[in-house]
């Protein structure tokens, strides 16, 4: 049975909670920022409306049961800090495949690692609407440190995807991290 409400999670310093469309400037901040998108599979937004529909891209994959996403909160300020989730799930192969974006003056604190943590438990739980065996990560070669943080949840590198993305008038290859159910793991 699908998610009938958004679920709210929460860490020791970090709320998880649905995106509103309150959360557009500091959306379109993150996606404009050419640090963030150095390392993303999309173009460099230019028009805070961009933010506005990517609110409601991820609330109808909630909605119909293809994916979720969560605004990243800290719990002591209520800053939003980034999103992180599933971009889509797939219910007949029983996996997921996890995306997260944080603003870069929240890099290097450990929320990422924190929050990815807590929507993989979540997802991995028993009581979650259905058996999720896998999750999958997408990861540019380029960006060592979104490698190091899915190693440190388990992730383990199976390979590399020849061109498999194409943005910015390019193709990109893309290396394959995959996290079976029992080995999530939050080494420091």
Partial sequence: ?????????????????????????????????????EHYDVER???????????????????????????????????FVGTCGFTHWNQYDHSAVIGYELSPMFWGKGYAREAIHQICQFIFDENFHFYVHRIEALILPSNLPSQTLVKKLGFKLEGTLKEKCYWNGDFHDMQMYGLIRGNLTLSE
Avoid: C
Wanted: hydrophobic share 40%; aromatic share 12%.
């Fill in 45 to 79: 937004f230019k028009d805070p409306d961009e933010a506005v529909k990517l609110v409601e891209y991820f609330d109808a994959r909630f909605d119909s049961d293809t994916g979720i996403r969560w605004a990243i909160r800290e719990n002591h300020s209520g800053q």
């Fill in 1 to 37: 049975m699908p998610l009938t409400s958004f679920p709210n999670l929460a860490t020791l310093r970090l709320t998880l909670n649905q995106l509103t469309l309150q959360d557009r400037d500091e959306l379109f901040a993150i996606f404009s920022d050419p640090r963030v998108i």
